[in-house]
């Protein structure tokens, strides 16, 4: 995979159930061929993955040099990750999909990109929005939620 030319998948992708695996998987090939570009591997969305998972960024990117499969990533993860429920697992990735900025200076980065890629889309407040409108993909508009809650 060489992300200077291509995106990797998005967040939302699942791969076994897993919010961001896919993506992760893209990151980590390309890293290993040496065309991350402007990519971050691993990055903290990745530790968080990883983290829930039980697993270390040294072991998945020993399992994705050895494996040239999504499928063979996958069958890798399952014998070696931290075991969860699926509802525990899709109560996982909804968190991580919704996560916004958690410093101020997570904020003020946040909020410099939005405002290179497109300012007048004040309802994008998650980085999994924020990364699927930078790369392209469709992000639907949404009501600010402090709006939709007075409107109940």
């Not at 399992?63 to 399952?78: F, I, P, Y």
């Amino acid at each position: 995979m060489d992300l200077r030319k291509d995106f990797p998948r998005s967040m939302r992708f699942k791969l076994a159930g897993y919010a961001h695996l896919a993506r992760m998987i893209d990151k980590c090939r390309a890293v290993l061929a040496g065309s991350v570009g402007e990519y971050i591997y691993p990055c903290p969305m990745d530790e968080r993955l990883m983290e829930f998972a039980g697993i270390t960024s040294d072991q998945f990117t020993a399992a994705v040099k050895v494996n040239s499969t999504d499928e063979g990533v996958v069958k890798w993860l399952e014998q070696t990750a931290r075991p969860h429920e699926p509802g525990e697992v899709e109560a996982w990735n909804q968190q991580l999909l919704a996560r916004g900025p958690s410093s101020p200076e997570s904020a003020a980065r946040f909020k410099k990109y939005l405002n290179a890629i497109d300012p007048s889309r004040t309802d994008i407040t998650a980085w999994s929005d924020l990364q699927d409108l930078e790369e392209g993909r469709v992000v639907p508009k949404r009501e600010p939620a402090i709006q939709s809650a007075t409107k109940r």
